[in-house]
């Protein structure tokens, strides 16, 4: 019999970026990575439910219509729930943000339009389990 167990993702992947040509990115030949955590941990979990409760709200503000929310307001929450996941940046830098702690940092550099193809990268593979698979790589 299989223990099912066996098949249980981690909690975090690091995630290995990919140029605006779709190169991926090294520096000194080290992978330039995010560090996140995935759909199988308590902090996505939480983010979820903050994207759900955001959305009743707009509902119910909106006489229970569905209605979407401005696109600078979508961006900085898209920027807000990535940084609530993101556990580090390796390999590289942000200096727009230098010295910021942490989820100041992810915050900042999420919501950088220019660099926006890199936060769909995030999104891309956290809708991948098998990036969440013990040893993969995250690519």
Do not use: C
Not at 58 to 65: A, E
Not at 67 to 87: G, K, N, Y
Not at 89 to 113: I, S, V
């Amino acid at each position: 019999m299989l223990d099912i167990t066996t098949q249980a993702v981690a909690d975090t992947a690091a995630i290995h970026l990919k140029g605006a040509d779709g190169e991926y990115l090294y520096s000194n030949g080290k992978p330039v990575r995010i560090v996140v955590f995935g759909p199988g941990s308590t902090q996505f979990s939480a983010v979820e439910a903050r994207q759900t409760n955001r959305a009743v709200k707009r509902m119910q503000d909106n006489d229970g219509k569905v209605s979407v929310a401005p696109p600078e307001q979508r961006a900085a929450e898209q920027a807000e729930d990535l940084a609530a996941i993101t556990v580090a940046f390796e390999n590289f830098t942000y200096p727009p943000a230098e010295g910021k702690p942490g989820q100041e940092l992810f915050r900042a550099f999420y919501a950088d339009a220019k660099l926006g193809f890199m936060a769909q990268q995030v999104l891309k593979a956290l809708r991948d389990w098998g990036n969440f698979k013990p040893g993969s790589a995250g690519n």
